[in-house]
């Protein structure tokens, strides 16, 4: 089992950054795919970023690539999102998710542990 707890989201205007973090309880983190899915009101879950087990590799939705960056730190169980240049339409509550599998896929179905959210509001 895997739990995931989420910090970081806040009130912040546009052209702001902010950094997520999430840490994962249990020994499978340094063997499980990260990633970061948002959803904002009325809008279904989509898909923000992913990173491979060692870091390797990432993938990051094309209306974030070059404002969002998706890292991860296997000493301290901890997945991170830096946002940058944050825009209204980046508002939602995002959510840490894991894969205890090789890949980085960018469907919600493929992660099976996921935390409680934590809310990320960009005003204009």
């Known amino acids: 089992q895997v739990q995931l707890v989420e910090s970081g989201g806040g009130l912040v205007q546009t052209g702001d950054s902010l950094r997520l973090s999430c840490i994962a309880s249990?020994?499978?983190?340094?063997?499980?795919?990260m990633s970061w899915f948002r959803q904002a009101p009325g809008k279904e879950r989509e898909f923000v970023a992913a990173?491979?087990?060692?870091?390797?590799?990432?993938v990051t939705r094309n209306s974030a690539k070059g404002r969002f960056t998706i890292s991860r730190d296997n000493e301290k169980n901890t997945v991170y999102l830096q946002m940058n240049s944050l825009k209204p339409e980046d508002t939602a509550v995002y959510y840490c998710?894991?894969?205890?599998?090789?890949?980085?896929?960018?469907?919600?179905?493929?992660?099976?542990?996921w935390g409680q959210g934590t809310q990320v509001t960009v005003s204009s």
């Open positions: 998710a894991a894969r205890p599998a090789a890949g980085v896929p960018t469907q919600a179905y493929e992660y099976d542990y």
């Open positions: 990173v491979s087990r060692i870091g390797g590799s990432t």
């Open positions: 249990g020994r499978t983190f340094s063997t499980s795919t």
